[in-house]
């Protein structure tokens, strides 16, 4: 992985490759490269960002390339395992992992290939090279040895004398754009979006050619497909501006201010109801969810965050079982199927591949309820499941989640209410109750960013510090893992989440001045239990940082700095609460100077185990 484009046309493509990938950068990458036919094979990569690449290509003219950035998976960061990866006359850039790699190189080393990579990409350009000398045909050949791999894939291949790209897909994302002068693929609609919003997103099994003038694709079975019969063209709602940063100075500052706006979008189809209707998940959602008695959530990182808070509310308001799982353990875990259970996939992408698998196990177990939250509409995990919520949080591109996650909330508060009315647990007051909260959220949110200037001082004092401690208690303790990895992610200072109840198990050995301890003081049932919890912090002579409501008596005192949010919010007080901490990251990070929306060793979707 991380960012693959190709194009095939009558214009210079090389500006329309380094812009592609230039757009691809938000999805985390340690080395860059690209491939033209000018008209023989050349090969450009470097390490680092897009921008050397961009230097190095100057002045080339193509009509013909496949352009990548890699996040490593196999291999260190270096040139030498860049993609391209070559092999004669031919090159490929790879997405995925193959897990038969090592089998497949022994057997090509034997066969006289020599390798010049620690990569598994390098056995796939090797592989379509051997399966040419039988099969001449470059789409077959392709086709004939991906049949051969075991693993995740999206390539792009291109060979000399040869006036096409090849693409195919096994497990990771990969659409093609038509254009008026010729046509593109990308693993990424955004970085087509220069020049083309006419999409087809590629399916499991896929191999498909693209030329300046037409595409072919042919699905699994070698069988050739229609289009826009079998594969419909869909024309994509994103605009370039909906990519550009604007005024801000990161992607994630930008994503933060924009979350009113987000909630309101995903929010939009309920700004008029009396009540709520199941059909908000899908036309089989009002029979698929009766008689729903437990729920399933299968979620990674901040999703997974997501997921926890929504047990809370599933079982207090609709008073249904809820567990939530870290997908990539549940999918290797021996579980007991209940056919009778909802399955919910929460991802931002649609592409989590651990997330994905989950699902597909899940179904393979015979549990067939499942409902995908999700922000992309044509995404696999979308695709996978029978009902669907699309958050329209628009596109996020810092590698640090926050719109997104703010969005999967409202999402999933409105399953929550939706169970419970279907389980007869909920009066016409109480549904126009939450209903209300809802539409009022937006406006609640953006009066929490107008603590900003106060978040900033904050932050500041956090610069030099080492580690900090995150508490909350119920609902908010999701709520405090997630402010923990955000600071984790982006300023790499050592944080964790942890339910204030558990302080006194463990973690308040490690609480001393140089140890801040940040807590979610709302005003609820839990307040003065909470209280007692950060006097054991203060008697230890921790620093407590407290965000607490309006009317939460929490006093400021020495060694207990308060900020007061503007007003309690109930059951959705973690949407409104969650803000502050994606600020405190975000300036402790500008604080000491890191790469904000690009943080080391990450990736934004991550498509491989």
Known sequence: MCGIVAAVAARNIVPVLIE?????EYRGYDSAGLALLNPTLTRLRSVGRVAELATQAAGQVAHHGIAHTRWATHGAPSERNAHPHVSGGLAVVHNG?????????QELMAGGYVFNSDTDTEVIAHLIQHTLKAEPDLLDAVRLATARLIGAYAIAVLREADDRVVVARHGAPLLLGLGEDGNYAASDASALLQVTRRMIY?????????TRDAIRIVGAGGTALNVPGDRPVHESTLSANDVELGDYRHYMQKEIFEQPQALAATLEMIGGAQTLSPNLFGVAAPEMLRGVRS??????????????VARYWIEQLAGIACSV???????YRVSVPNPEQLVVAISQSGETADTLASVKHAKALGMGRTLAICNVPESAIVRECALRFLTRAGPEIGVASTKAFTTQLAALFLLAVTLAKQAGRLSQEQEGAHLKALRHLPVAVQKVLALEPAIKVWAARFADKQHALFLG?????PIALEGALKLK???????EGYPAGELKHGPLALVDK??????????????????????????????????ADADSAVDQDEGVHVLRLPEHYGLLSPVLHVVPLQLLSYHAALVKGTDVDKPRNLAKSVTVE
């Open 202 to 210: 590629l399916e499991d099994g896929d191999v498909a050619e693209l």
């Open 20 to 24: 592609g990938l230039t757009r691809l």
């Open 295 to 308: 729920v399933l959530i299968l979620a990674c990182g901040t999703s997974y965050h997501a997921g926890l």
């Open 473 to 477: 208690r119920g609902h908010h303790y």
């Open 489 to 495: 992610e982006i300023s790499y200072i050592h944080a």
């Open 97 to 105: 992992i193959i897990e038969n790699y090592a089998e497949l190189k």
């Open 325 to 331: 799982e870290i997908a990539s353990e549940y999918r």
């Open 514 to 547: 140089d140890m801040p301890v940040i807590s979610i003081a709302p005003n609820d049932a839990l307040l003065e239990k909470l209280k007692s919890n950060l006097k054991e912090v203060a008697a230890r002579g921790g620093e407590l940082y407290v965000f």
